[in-house]
Every structure is written in structure tokens, then in C-alpha cells.
């Protein structure tokens, strides 16, 4: 069966600092990777998708980038954080020919100091 | 992609159905309907999805009227731990998961 993990659960940080959020995803292949940002009682907003190794789109201008190097594995990263980077990250995945369902990791709690 | 419109929050006891409803005027022919459910700190787990008429599983069923511009989930007979924010979605069976996550519905199941 399939998989994903997202590490870590929850992160402080100061601001200015650099940041790296891991998601992998087990038990299949090529799939179409997604990072999602959630404000506290908001919706998820998407900000980068990829289909493949080194494909990367982003849905929105931000602080942050993402990062595919190998196929299974999405990173997200910032080289200094703002205030306003706090939020629940969460990755998903959906299969490559399956467009109409995702499955999400339990998320990253990142609040910037 | 069609935006969707569904109440802000909804209170129901334990052991009523509860039913929420949701407006896509906007759905266009290759879309699909699909409900997400989200506990505090989790990621957004699916419930059930449709094209049209009904579909049901062992969770939910879920009312699409012919013209496919509102649907409705029901759930049967909650319990405390179906407290939750639920979430109406649009997705297109093509170009990956793309959808437009709106802020959801917050079910309330009192004891």
C-alpha cells in the first residue's frame, strides 16, 4: 500500500532562519507531488506541484521554494523566513493517472519567531 | 476551475444524519465531486466522491441532482468523532490534482 511521510510534525524557527520540510512517499511510482499551506481556520492553499524529477510549478510568489530530487521525495524549502511563512504545511500525492484524488501527509506546524 | 459555496459551520447531536450541501454552478463537464474530511493538525483524509445521481460508501453517501450544480453529503448517525471541517471540492479528471480548497464546513456533533 501506499505511503507518505512528512517530517517534522511541528518546527519553531526565527525568522531569518533557513528552512527544509521532507516528504516522501512509499509503495508506488511517478507520482504528481503537492505543497499545500493552511492559515488557521483557512482552506489549503496550493504552492507547488510537480509531475516528475526537477518539475517544478509554482501556483503562487512567495518566500518559499520546492525541490524534487528524486522521485519519490519533495522538498520544501525557504533560505529565510518570514513572519508570515508561519502555518501547516502538508504534502500530498496523487497517482499519476489518478487526477481526482490526493492523499495528504499529517502536515508540518511551522511557526516562525 | 468551479469555486464551491458551502455553509461555514453546522452543529448536529450524536446519532442524527447530517447532511451539508454544497453549490458548484460553475462545474463544467470533466469535473468531479469530492468531499475531504480534516481533524485539528491532520492532513485532509477523502470521504467520497461523484460524477452524478448517488454514490455511497461504508462512511457517506452523496446526493448529485441532474444539473450537477449543488450536491449534498450525508452522514448517518454521528458520533463525537465525526467532529470535524469537511470540505467540498471540484477536481478535473485531467492535468493532476488541481482544486480550489475553500475554508470547508465545521460539523459540531454535541453528546
Known amino acids: 500500500s501506499q505511503t507518505i511521510h512528512q517530517w517534522p510534525a511541528t518546527l519553531v524557527q526565527p525568522v531569518g532562519s533557513p528552512l527544509s520540510l521532507e516528504c516522501t512517499v512509499e509503495g508506488t511510482s511517478n507520482p504528481n507531488l503537492y505543497w499545500y499551506r493552511q492559515a488557521a481556520g483557512r482552506g489549503l492553499q496550493l504552492l507547488f506541484y510537480?509531475?516528475?524529477?526537477?518539475?517544478i510549478s509554482s501556483e503562487v510568489p512567495q518566500n518559499l521554494s520546492a525541490s524534487r530530487p528524486q522521485d519519490r521525495q519533495f522538498i520544501l524549502s525557504s533560505k529565510k523566513l518570514l513572519l508570515s511563512d508561519s502555518g501547516f504545511y502538508l504534502c500530498?500525492?496523487?497517482?499519476?493517472?489518478?487526477?481526482?484524488?490526493?492523499?495528504f501527509g499529517q502536515g508540518t506546524r511551522l511557526t516562525v519567531v | 476551475l468551479a469555486k464551491t459555496t458551502q455553509p461555514i459551520s453546522m452543529d448536529s447531536y450524536e446519532g442524527q444524519e447530517v447532511n451539508i450541501t454544497c453549490s458548484h454552478n460553475n462545474i463544467a463537464t470533466n469535473d468531479y465531486i469530492t468531499w475531504y474530511q480534516q481533524f485539528p493538525s491532520q492532513g485532509p483524509r477523502f470521504i467520497i466522491q461523484?460524477?452524478?445521481t448517488k454514490v455511497t460508501n461504508e462512511v457517506a453517501s452523496l446526493f448529485i441532482p441532474a444539473d450537477r450544480k449543488s450536491s449534498t453529503l450525508s452522514l448517518p448517525r454521528v458520533s463525537l468523532s465525526d467532529t470535524a471541517v469537511y470540505y467540498c471540492?471540484?477536481?478535473?479528471?485531467?492535468?493532476?490534482?488541481?482544486?480550489?480548497f475553500g475554508a470547508g464546513t465545521r460539523l459540531f456533533v454535541k453528546a
Open positions: 471540492l471540484v477536481v478535473r479528471n485531467t492535468g493532476g490534482f488541481k482544486t480550489i
Open positions: 510537480s509531475v516528475g524529477i526537477g518539475q
Open positions: 461523484g460524477y452524478k
Open positions: 500530498a500525492w496523487s497517482a499519476v493517472d489518478g487526477n481526482t484524488e490526493a492523499f
